[in-house]
């Protein structure tokens, strides 16, 4: 579909390319007609600039124009949306295999990840990928019922075990560093069966399962990260029961979820510092995903309420000094509560010790940005009552000039990441910042013109807000490959490299981008021409 924003973009393209000819006159000598030629041309080129700066998906650069030399470039997948061999070696159900298998209508192309691009079998293919990137890290997540089918220690599986060991030397052998995600949706059934996120028995049988990875990879792993988007998995899988596990109770499963993924994150993380951190030398944190909120009436309060809706529910109790969840969800969630004839509050509260074992807990904050929105108070009551959606009291508009991705909900909106980077700066005290996510979605293509501006434009955010003092660490792609999009299967295409999903052997191929992200990674630099 054209957008708006594609038709002004096309109208700019063709505009430029007369900028050969009209420079030719400038070539031809220097009589009168020619100095008027020449201050056409000069006005010509300001005229280009100018709108220049309003091409969609595209930031101006602020300061420096070189990331610093310890920055880590990357790129990200997830076990789930790559790995296939759903059920090779010993690996048990995760609640995706039950969902894809007994679902297949709720999927936009009836597909699963029972193959997917196969790194099970593959991964010399996704290495060679990595290797031809020269990305200095790799983030993967590890699929929990791979090395615990059942979710428990009592089902251990050797195997699972070592076909993370194999990628893990792999990568170190390349010189590549392995960021790993000891959950990225895929919870082991059996886990389920009890009640998954919602029951707190989560929360140690988590940290079981954290303490086999730590023992078995920690000795080469120096960057760990708990939970993957626990915002997404909980309201989706606990709230609006749009993913597995299905369950609806909105307003009170998902906000049970949330709290017990803080405080397996918490228990985690002071297990690896008290038992692990001090001989194997790493750091854990965890990875939250946000957009960020802008306000067509300058109105700071509206956009600080959507931040803390979003990001602030989970990174407030963990990364702010006083902890615990926002100031302002407790009263609201307190107050719609009470009209609801309840006694206590459907947002836990944390009780005995765990407000102070959670604040702190964490060595730095991953961050996934895809996108923005514009936010103003709800003009009439939003969702079913109760959920997040009614508690928030909030309505979302885009802006009809960015840039959408295939994705209906992806619009390009760079000013947005330089705008969280900023926030989290404000709010939690400059936590170093690791982006473990940003992306783009297309039909796969593979000249990506618009992934590529999207990645110019997002990396420049991420440049401006280094340049104003926000601390950066790492920026990673997401994703090394195109893999299973979880509701929209192989119909939204994000990776750098293409996989032949009608073929056996699953070929990966470079696109446009994946050449363009490797000069960045060389360079340190931001190209302005593709
Ligand atoms: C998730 C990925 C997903 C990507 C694009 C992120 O929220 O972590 O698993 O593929 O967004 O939707």
């Known amino acids: 579909m054209r957008t708006e924003s594609d038709i002004k973009q096309n109208s700019l393209i063709n505009v430029s390319q007369q900028i050969p000819s009209v420079s030719a006159d400038l070539q031809a000598g220097c009589d009168m007609s020619n100095l008027r030629s020449m201050f056409f041309v000069v006005g010509f080129l300001v005229y280009l600039i100018s709108q220049g700066a309003a091409e969609p998906c595209f930031l101006a650069a602020k300061g420096s124009p070189t990331f610093p030399a310890n920055f880590s470039f990357g790129v990200a997948t997830a076990a789930y949306q790559i790995e296939g061999g759903w059920n090779a070696d010993g690996k048990g159900p995760s609640i995706w295999d039950d969902f894809t298998h007994k679902n297949p209508d709720k999927i936009r192309d009836k597909s699963s990840g029972d193959v997917a691009a196969d790194s099970y079998h593959r991964f010399d293919q996704d290495l060679q990928a990595l290797k031809e990137l020269k990305v200095d890290h790799y983030r993967f997540s590890i699929a929990w019922s791979r090395i615990y089918p059942t979710g428990d220690i009592s089902s251990k599986n050797q195997k699972g075990i070592d076909y993370y060991n194999n990628v893990i030397d ?31 028995l989560l929360v140690n049988q988590f940290v079981v399962y954290a303490i086999e990875l730590f023992e078995n990879y920690g000795d080469r792993v120096k960057t760990w990260i708990t939970f993957n988007e626990p915002y ?50 790493g750091r854990l944190g ?79 904050l991953g961050l996934n940005y895809y996108s923005s929105r514009y936010i103003k108070r709800a003009s009439k009551p939003n969702g079913v009552s109760p959920s997040w959606e009614r508690d928030m009291d909030c309505d979302t ?28 700066r404000d709010e939690y005290d400059n936590v170093e910042v690791m982006i473990t996510e940003n992306g783009w ?46 509701l929209k299967g192989y119909t939204e295409k994000f990776g750098l490299y293409a996989v032949n999903m009608s073929s056996p052997n699953r070929e990966r191929t470079a696109k446009k981008s994946a050449g363009y992200y490797k000069q960045i990674i060389e360079s340190r630099k931001i190209p302005s021409i593709f």
Request: hydrophobic share 35%; net charge negative; proline share 4%.
């Open 441 to 486: 979605s297309d039909d796969g293509e593979l000249i990506d013109d618009n992934r590529i501006r999207y990645l110019r434009s997002h990396l420049q955010a991420v440049l401006n807000a280094i340049n104003d003092g926000c601390k950066i660490s790492a920026y990673t792609h997401w994703s090394l490959i195109d893999n299973f999009e979880w």
């Open 286 to 364: 965890i990875t939250l995903d946000s957009r960020f909120f802008f306000s067509r009436t300058n109105d700071e309060d509206i956009v600080d309420r959507g931040m803390q809706y979003g990001l602030g529910i989970l990174a407030h109790p963990i990364f702010s000094k006083s902890g615990g969840y926002p100031d302002i969800m407790i009263m609201d969630i307190g107050a719609n509560s009470q009209k609801e004839g309840r006694i206590r509050s459907r947002l836990p509260s944390f009780k005995n010790k765990w407000r102070d074992i959670v604040r702190g807990s964490a060595d730095f």
């Open 232 to 281: 997404d998995y909980c309201q989706n899988g606990y709230g609006d029961a749009s993913y597995p596990p299905q369950v609806y109770a909105p307003g009170v499963a998902d906000y049970l979820c949330i709290d017990n993924t803080l405080k397996a994150h918490a228990a985690t993380y002071h297990s690896y510092k008290s038992r692990f951190a001090k001989t194997q030398g």
């Open 397 to 424: 508009s885009i802006d009809s000039n960015w840039l959408r991705a295939k994705s209906d909900w992806l619009y390009c909106v760079p000013e947005g990441l330089e705008g969280i980077l900023k926030f989290i």
């Open 170 to 200: 792999k990568l170190i052998a390349n010189r590549i560093e392995p960021v790993v995600t000891m959950f990225h949706y895929d919870l082991p059934s059996e886990v389920q069966k009890i009640g998954g996120f919602a029951n707190s």
